[in-house]
C-alpha cells in the first residue's frame, strides 16, 4: 500500500480561515505538512484557524493575509511560503466568493472581484509557484472548482464562468506540466455542509416561509441525487489522495464528489 504522509512536505492553502479551506489545511497537517494559511476573517478568526491547524501536527502552520485580487500580493504569498517553508510542494486553490443575481442587475464590481478571486487568482498562484516545483523536481495542484464547473445555475453568472474557468485552467495546465512531475488536479464539490451553509439554513426558512428541513431537501439539495450534503472531511480526504505519491498519474482530471449532481 503506497504511503499517504506527507511529512516533509510545504503547502500554501488559500481560502483557508474557515469552511473547506481550512478542513484541507487541517487534514494536511495531520499528515504531516507544513501549511500556510491566507484568508479572510477577524483576528481572532484567524488565530482559531491557526490554532486548530497547529494542534493536528507537529509541524508548523503560518498565515499570511494577501489580498487575492492583487497579483503583486499573490506573487508575495507564494514567496513567503517559500522563505518559511524552504519551497511549495503542494498548492491548493480554494480561495472564493459568491453573489447572486440576474445578469442584467449584476454589478460589475462583483463580476470583477468574482472572476479575479475564483479565477485569475489560482492562475496568479500557479505562475508564481511552477517555477519552485520545476526546481524541486515535481509538486501537487490541486484547485478546489464546483460542481458550477460542469454545469450552471441561474443567478450565478460569475460563479459559474469562473469555475468553467478553473476546469479550463486545470487541463491547461496539467498538459504543460505532464513530463514534470506536476500533476494538476481540481476537485469539484456539490453542496457542502460548511458553517456558512448552517448558517444559511434557517434563514432561507424563515424567507420562504418553508420548513428548515424543506431548505435542505427542496432547496439546497435539490440538485444532489443522494440528498445529502458533502462533508468538509470528504473533500479534504480526496484532496489528501491527489497531494500524495498515490496520485501520481493522476493529472487534468476534473473529479467530482458533488452526490451525483452532474451525473444528470
Same mark, same amino acid.
Not at 517553508?85 to 462583483?110: R, S, W
Not at 450565478?156 to 494538476?184: D, P, Q, W
Not at 424543506?214 to 440538485?223: G, P
Given at each position: ?12 492553502? #488559500?481560502?483557508?480561515?474557515?469552511? =473547506? ?12 505538512? @507544513? /501549511?500556510m494559511l491566507n484568508g479572510l476573517g477577524s483576528q481572532h478568526d484567524i488565530d482559531a484557524a491557526l490554532a486548530? /491547524? ?9 498565515? /499570511? ?13 507564494? @514567496?513567503? #511560503?517559500?522563505?518559511?517553508? +524552504?519551497?511549495?510542494?503542494? $498548492? ?5 466568493? @459568491? ?30 509557484? /511552477? ?37 479550463? $485552467?486545470?487541463?491547461?495546465?496539467? $498538459? ?10 481540481? %476537485? ?11 448558517? @444559511? ?8 416561509? =418553508?420548513?428548515?428541513?424543506?431548505? %435542505? ?14 462533508? =468538509? ?16 498519474? =493522476? #493529472? ?6 458533488? +452526490? ?5
Amino acid at each position: 500500500m503506497t504511503d499517504l504522509t506527507l511529512a516533509g512536505k510545504s503547502a500554501l492553502v #488559500t481560502g483557508s480561515t474557515s469552511g =473547506i479551506g481550512l478542513g484541507i489545511a487541517t487534514a494536511l497537517a495531520a499528515r504531516g505538512a @507544513q /501549511v500556510m494559511l491566507n484568508g479572510l476573517g477577524s483576528q481572532h478568526d484567524i488565530d482559531a484557524a491557526l490554532a486548530q /491547524v497547529r494542534a493536528a501536527s507537529a509541524s508548523d502552520a503560518v498565515f /499570511v493575509a494577501a489580498d487575492m485580487r492583487v497579483p503583486g500580493e499573490i506573487e508575495a504569498l507564494v @514567496q513567503e #511560503t517559500v522563505d518559511n517553508f +524552504g519551497g511549495i510542494d503542494i $498548492l491548493i486553490n480554494n480561495a472564493g466568493i @459568491q453573489h447572486v443575481a440576474p445578469v442584467q442587475d449584476f454589478p460589475i464590481e462583483k463580476w470583477n472581484d468574482i472572476l479575479a478571486i475564483n479565477l485569475s487568482s489560482a492562475f496568479h498562484t500557479i505562475r508564481s509557484a /511552477v517555477p519552485h516545483m520545476l526546481s524541486a523536481g515535481g509538486g501537487r495542484i490541486i484547485n478546489i472548482a464546483s460542481a458550477h464547473a460542469s454545469v450552471a445555475s441561474p443567478f450565478k453568472s460569475a460563479y459559474v464562468a469562473a469555475k468553467h474557468g478553473m476546469a479550463g $485552467l486545470t487541463k491547461t495546465v496539467a $498538459l504543460e506540466l505532464a513530463e514534470r512531475n506536476i500533476t494538476v488536479n481540481a %476537485v469539484s464539490p456539490g453542496y457542502v455542509l460548511t458553517p456558512l451553509v448552517e448558517n @444559511q439554513i434557517a434563514a432561507t426558512a424563515s424567507a420562504r416561509g =418553508i420548513s428548515e428541513d424543506a431548505v %435542505v431537501s427542496d432547496v439546497m439539495l435539490a440538485a444532489q441525487p443522494t440528498k445529502s450534503f458533502i462533508t =468538509i472531511e470528504q473533500v479534504a480526504e480526496l484532496v489528501l489522495f491527489l497531494a500524495s505519491d498515490a496520485a501520481a498519474s =493522476i #493529472t487534468g482530471s476534473i473529479l467530482p464528489i458533488d +452526490g451525483g449532481w452532474t451525473a444528470q
